[in-house]
């Protein structure tokens, strides 16, 4: 069974350009997310989707963020404009049961480097 | 509002020693608990969960983990560290509904030969 992929793998920017990141979780799982992890910490949930419907985006910088999930299947997550402080990895993630306790496999990650 | 700290960001043991990595959660509701691993340029591989179940779970590569309601712990163990153990762990929690995780600021675990 392949597992969730990322792409690209490393992205260099200067900030306030634009940037984003593909994610094709594994066949038939229900749910998607998006982690940003900073350098240091534990990963933070930025949005969660639910097929195509977007269930929890409270931690999204909806001013520069933005978030989609296509037909429920593939998402990307586009950062305009970044700013220095957005330098981290980005994880999807994606659970096979929608709106219960499951286990979320994650991506290899996408690291984003903002100069 | 749920939350997870690990104590100490970094452990060092000795090949053959036990690992022991802490975690304490704070929760408003009966939680569910999980340990991830996350090797270098890799992502997160979930090592066990506590889902109300058996309070101690055992996971893979020799892990287990005991939930302690009275210490609000979830503390990970392996009786005899492995140099391929070497990597940075994850506690982290979620409420019945939804499935969001939050996690802890993660332990690295250094492995000396």
């Known amino acids: 069974e392949a597992g969730v992929a990322q792409s690209p793998r490393y992205k260099i920017i200067e900030k306030r350009q634009s940037v984003a990141f593909w994610c094709n979780p594994i066949?038939?799982?229900?749910?998607l997310y998006w982690y940003q992890q900073i350098l240091g910490q534990g990963p933070k949930l930025l949005i969660q989707?639910?097929?195509?419907?977007?269930?929890?985006d409270s931690q999204l910088p909806k001013d520069r963020f933005s978030a989609e999930r296509l037909k429920g299947v593939d998402s990307t997550l586009k950062i305009q404009p970044a700013k220095l402080e957005d330098s981290a990895v980005y994880l999807c993630?994606?659970?096979?049961?929608?709106?219960?306790?499951?286990?979320?496999?994650f991506g290899p990650g996408t690291r984003l480097t903002v100069l | 509002a749920q939350s997870v700290t690990q104590l100490g960001s970094h452990v060092s043991v000795s090949e053959g020693a036990l690992v022991l990595l802490r975690c304490n959660y704070s929760?408003?509701?009966?939680?569910?608990l999980f340990w991830y691993v996350q090797y270098p340029n890799q992502g997160l591989q979930l090592l066990l969960k506590?889902?109300?179940?058996?309070?101690l779970v055992k996971g893979i590569n020799g892990f287990e983990a005991e939930f302690k309601k009275s210490e609000t712990s979830f503390h990970l163990t392996k009786p005899s560290a492995h140099m391929s153990d070497a990597a940075e762990y994850f506690c982290?929690?979620?409420?019945?509904?939804?499935?969001?995780?939050?996690f802890g600021g993660g332990t690295r675990l250094m492995v000396k030969p």
């Open positions: 993630a994606s659970s096979l049961v929608a709106g219960a306790v499951d286990t979320q496999y």
């Open positions: 066949s038939g799982h229900a749910t």
């Open positions: 989707f639910q097929n195509n419907g977007v269930v929890d």
């Open positions: 929760s408003s509701v009966p939680p569910y």
């Open positions: 506590y889902t109300s179940a058996a309070t």
């Open positions: 982290a929690v979620s409420r019945n509904a939804g499935n969001m995780l939050t």
